[in-house]
C-alpha cells in the first residue's frame, strides 16, 4: 500500500479479521511535508471557535427564551419560555464543563483526572437525545492527556452515528497504561466524520469544524496511544491503546 506521508510518519493499513476492517495509524509523529501545521496560537484560535461553535446555539436560545418573558403575559408562554431557558442553559453549562477538561489545562503538568469525572462529563455531553451513553471498565484516575484523548473520543462519536444510537465505551487495561474502546451502534453507522478523512487521507482543511478530530490525533501523539478506527458488522467501533498491545 502507498505511504501516507502528511499525517503520521508509518503507513496505513487496511487489516481484514473475521469481519473487522480496521485501518490502523502505526506509532509515529506528525510530518510537516504536505501541510504546514497550525502554530500554537492559531490551534488556540481555533479550539476558541470550537467553543463558541457550540455555545452559540444554547446561548441564542436563551436569549429567546427572555424575549418571550419580556413579550408575553400568557402563563403557558411564560412556562414554555422558562422551559426552553432551563433546558439550554443545561446543555450550555455541560458544553462548557466538558470544553473546560477536553480542551483546557489542568492545575499541573503531572495533573490526573478521575475516570468518574470523565464519565460525568461526557453523559452531560451526550445528554437525553437521540444518543445513548454507556459507561463500564476501570475505576480511578488516568493522566489528564490520556482522560482528555478519551473525552475528545467521546466528542467525536456521534458523528458515527448521526442518526442516534448506542455509544459504548470501555475502559479496560490499568489506569497508568489504559485502553479505549467506543463502540457506536445505530442506523447507517459510519466512520466519524473528519477523524476518519485525518487518518486515511488526503486530510481535511483544519477549521473550526475539524479542530475536534485533529486535537483528538495530537493528544493520541502525545498520550502515546495508537488509533484504530474499525467497521464491526454494523457498528462503528473506535479503539485507542498503547502501542504493541493486542487487538
Known sequence: MRKRSCWLASSFRVVP??????????RGSFLMTERVQ??????????????????IGPVGNINNGLEILDEEEDAQSRNYALDVIRNVTETASARLQFARFAFGATD?????????????????????????LLWRGLKGQITKDKAK????????APTAVPR??????????SLSNPSFLLRCRGTSARPPQYLSEFIQGPPPPINALTIQAYFTLRLAISSRMR?????????????????GRAE
Open 164 to 173: 442516534g444510537g448506542e455509544i459504548e465505551v470501555a475502559v479496560a487495561g
Open 17 to 26: 479479521a473475521a469481519g473487522l476492517v480496521s485501518i490502523n495509524a502505526k
Open 38 to 55: 497550525p502554530t500554537d496560537l492559531e490551534l488556540a484560535a481555533l479550539i476558541s471557535s470550537k467553543i463558541c461553535h457550540d455555545l
Open 227 to 243: 488509533l484504530d478506527i474499525a467497521r464491526d458488522g454494523a457498528d462503528i467501533v473506535l479503539r485507542a491503546r498503547p502501542p
Open 108 to 132: 499541573s503538568s503531572g495533573a490526573k483526572i478521575d475516570l468518574a469525572t470523565a464519565e460525568s462529563l461526557s453523559r452531560g455531553l451526550i445528554g437525553n437525545g437521540k444518543h445513548k
Open 149 to 156: 484523548l478519551l473525552l475528545n473520543l467521546v466528542a467525536v
